[in-house]
């Protein structure tokens, strides 16, 4: 008798001590959670204009038949960014003009080169401060194409 006695006794007593010591410790509460962001309609306007841009270097006589050897990408808004080498400097040299991809090959060349006629394309695909960009350049070999460039960024690569 004095078994059930105590084993009862323990029972409640475990018991006891289990509904009351979540309230001697405290109930727990959930954080409140962070407000949820309102989604932005699909016509809502960001922080920054998209700038994002494939440049590419190509062996032929036309952008779209010529083959590419090099490509990089290059985005400049919110930070540049990218796999061009110097994205900060190429974004840089497109803000000085105004992303005017030929004002970048309008610049006399001190260079000086053959007349081999081994042609090159240089082209930029893609969004410049929110404008759709499509614009290529030929040039009759390496050499031209460098020289117009004037030490540029945007497509020193």
């Not at 410790?25 to 994002?52: D, E, F, I």
């Not at 090159?120 to 040039?139: D, E, L, M, P, R």
Request: charge should be positive.
């Amino acid at each position: 008798m004095r078994y059930i006695r105590n084993t009862v006794a323990a029972v409640a007593t475990a018991s006891a001590l289990v509904l009351t010591g979540t309230t001697a410790m405290g109930v727990a509460q959930a954080r409140p959670t962070q407000p949820a962001q309102p989604a932005q309609p699909a016509n809502a306007k960001s922080l920054y204009a998209p700038s994002a841009l494939v440049l590419s270097f190509s062996r032929g006589e036309d952008a779209a038949t010529a083959t590419v050897e090099r490509a990089v990408t290059l985005s400049c808004a919110p930070r540049p960014a990218g796999t061009h080498p110097a994205p900060a400097a190429a974004c840089a040299e497109l803000s000085a003009v105004n992303g005017e991809f030929a004002v970048l090959t309008e610049k006399p060349s001190h260079k000086t080169c053959t007349r081999q006629w081994s042609p090159v394309v240089i082209s930029a695909q893609g969004v410049w401060q929110g404008k759709h960009v499509a614009w290529s350049a030929t040039y009759g070999n390496e050499c031209e194409m460098e020289g117009s460039m004037a030490d540029g960024k945007v497509f020193a690569f």
